[in-house]
């Protein structure tokens, strides 16, 4: 047990560091900032791994993006940071730090809340085998000192390997049919790839792109006849809800005049070009049969039906880019379906709400995919219920954009962006979270969640008050960012039956637990997606989805378990998130496949203690 004045606490406020307000009033962001880096480049050049330790607070962490860790790791306390430093410093090197002093990224003074203060800057380093950007958030102390809440080390290149883009781009003149030059090296006619990335949506597109401007051969299957139409066959309406700065993709920005909020048909065709622009190796109508990983070779053999033909290759990474739940539907099995008269689909098989005009239909569900069907039912005239069965945790569409605004925009670079978006330990992030969404809740929202709560739709901030983010962490849903529907149940037009499960179905619909029943000549589950390993063992088998270990959700740091890092299995990775998240840790896993083909890393060199 800690002591009460030692008790670990997240959120580093001037009342847990026991100092005045008149102790930062005056402070110089820049001095404080290159007397700290002074210090730890001075303990880091010899050695020092206590001195080094000492200059974080005693609850602070350090935040490793492949540095010293070659994983995704957040070491928490002094003394778990100089064990980190003991075992990694000798072998990966830091060294050539220097002070970052541009106008956007220089040392300034943030406070994101009234009793919370920071100095903050960047810095640039370099390790053994490549190059990074740092960000440190100092605090005050008692005894006067700005010590490290926060270190956040990100690799962003190797040396040696640099991506071949901008500058390095080809600059010889190119005589050779360039059709003729695509149809070869897309066929792999002449030796497999070292890399198959299963699933060509954006996860998967961008994984290829980081992947080949890093000099690594890959290829990208997909069961569909086109790229995008994960996208494309998904209901009509489907709209995303993040801004158009927050879903840039790698090396091809969209054009000026896109829309803020892109549909989901749009989005497959810009990936269909994406693929097309940037020379990505795609087979389409294509599925593994089998795989068998062969351990003294650290290689997979892997057969797959390309349009009816079947070619076994040896390449050494698998990477599933399967989407959430591996694109695997989750159904509940709801007992008395064999009795029931309508009809019964997944959120996954709806199209279009035209052929339900003037019928009944029950949507099960009360997240982003229920609502947006059951806003196309009713614009096309159909009386829908809609059953919650837990609250739902809602925001508008404008707070949606207000939490994205700051950074993601029109005019701050989004690699920047993406760079503070990781820089804080979530522990930290969580009190900013929870400040942020009751101010939105009684703010911008007010009126919207006063009114579903009036007609009996129930909410809640998230866990802990939190809202989104927690959420999408954890469970990969929960929410709906409101695009109309949550009006619609404010005036009764969408009727809803909340806090009782389902409990069977009748003749004509469906019967609650409560013995409430819902008639229904349709009923769609919006239930979301299940296991992630559910792909990996169709694929792979069932002795390959164990090792793989838990998939998505966070770990006791606070990192997101299974993708964008090893997983337990040698050579088989998870690329698994929306567009922003892709965008920055695709650049991470393809650096650890690169690594591992040039031999600088091996499986057994990422931190795990």
């Not at 003074?109 to 390790?127: D, G, N, W, Y």
């Not at 040396?159 to 066929?187: A, C, M, Y």
């Not at 792999?188 to 070292?194: A, S």
Request: glycine letters at 10%; aromatic letters at 10%.
């Amino acid at each position: 047990m800690y002591p009460p004045s030692h008790a670990p606490f997240d959120c580093p406020t001037i009342d847990h560091l026991n100092v005045g307000q008149s102790s930062i009033e005056r402070i110089s962001a820049p001095e404080e900032a290159l007397k700290w880096l002074s210090a730890f480049a001075k303990s880091i050049s010899n050695q020092g791994h206590e001195s080094t330790a000492s200059l974080f607070h005693e609850h602070g962490f350090w935040k490793d993006i492949l540095t010293l860790t070659w994983n995704l790791r957040t070491i928490r306390g002094v003394s778990a940071i100089k064990r980190l430093l003991d075992t990694r410093l000798s072998v990966t090197g830091l060294t050539a730090l220097h002070l970052v002093e541009d106008a956007l990224r220089g040392p300034t003074i943030m406070k994101p809340l009234a009793s919370l203060v920071f100095v903050r800057f960047c810095f640039e380093f370099e390790t053994r085998h490549g190059k990074g950007t740092a960000v440190a958030f100092l605090v005050p102390t008692a005894d006067g000192l700005w010590k490290a809440w926060s270190l956040l080390t990100r690799l962003e290149s190797l040396k040696g390997f640099p991506e071949q883009v901008g500058i390095l781009r080809g600059h010889v003149t190119n005589h050779e049919n360039w059709e003729d030059q695509r149809r070869h090296e897309t066929s792999f006619e002449h030796g497999d790839p070292v890399v198959v990335v299963i699933g060509a949506g954006h996860s998967g597109l961008e994984m290829a792109a980081r992947l080949k401007y890093l000099g690594v051969s890959t290829l990208v299957i997909d069961r569909n006849p086109r790229i995008g139409d994960n996208w494309r066959t998904r209901y009509k309406t489907l709209c995303l809800h993040d801004t158009i700065w927050y879903n840039r993709m790698p090396y091809l920005d969209f054009p000026k005049t896109w829309p803020v909020y892109c549909p989901a048909s749009k989005l497959g065709d810009w990936l269909e070009s994406y693929a097309t622009a940037l020379d990505l190796n795609v087979w389409l109508s294509s599925s593994i049969t089998s795989t068998d990983f062969i351990e003294e070779a650290k290689t997979w053999r892997v057969s797959i039906n390309h349009e009816g033909k079947v070619r076994t290759m040896m390449v050494k990474h698998l990477v599933f880019a399967t989407g959430f739940g591996g694109g695997c539907p989750k159904m509940p099995d709801v007992p008395g379906k064999e009795l029931y008269h309508g009809a019964i689909l997944h959120s996954t098989e709806f199209t279009s709400a035209a052929e339900y005009a003037g019928k009944k239909v029950v949507v099960v569900g009360a997240c982003n995919s229920a609502h947006d069907i059951a806003l196309d039912l009713c614009r096309h005239g159909s009386d829908v219920t809609m059953i919650q069965r837990s609250p739902t945790y809602v925001m508008s569409v404008k707070s949606m954009a207000t939490s994205l605004g700051d950074r993601y925009n029109e005019h701050f670079p989004v690699e920047f962006a993406d760079l503070l978006g990781a820089a804080l330990p979530f522990a930290t992030q969580k009190p900013l979270l929870k400040a942020f969404v009751e101010h939105m809740a009684s703010t911008t929202d007010r009126d919207l969640i006063n009114g579903l709560e009036r007609a009996g739709f129930r909410t809640y901030l998230g866990p802990d008050g939190t809202g989104l983010l927690p959420l999408i962490f954890e469970r990969g849903g929960g929410f709906y960012i409101d695009t109309g529907s949550s009006q619609e149940i404010i005036k009764g037009a969408i009727k809803v039956k909340s806090g009782c499960p389902v409990q069977r179905f009748t003749q004509g619909g469906l019967e609650l637990e409560n013995g409430t029943t819902v008639e229904g000549d349709t009923v769609v589950f919006a239930t979301g997606f299940g296991d992630m390993r559910d792909s990996i063992r169709e694929v792979c088998g069932p002795d390959v989805a164990t090792k793989v270990g838990n998939v998505w959700g966070l770990d006791a740091e606070g990192e997101l378990q299974g993708v964008w890092r090893r997983t337990g299995h040698s050579g088989l990775w998870i690329a698994m998130g929306n567009l922003g998240r892709s965008r920055f840790h695709t650049l991470h896993l393809a650096l650890q496949i690169k690594a591992t083909e040039e031999g600088i890393i091996s499986h057994e060199d990422a931190y795990t203690e």
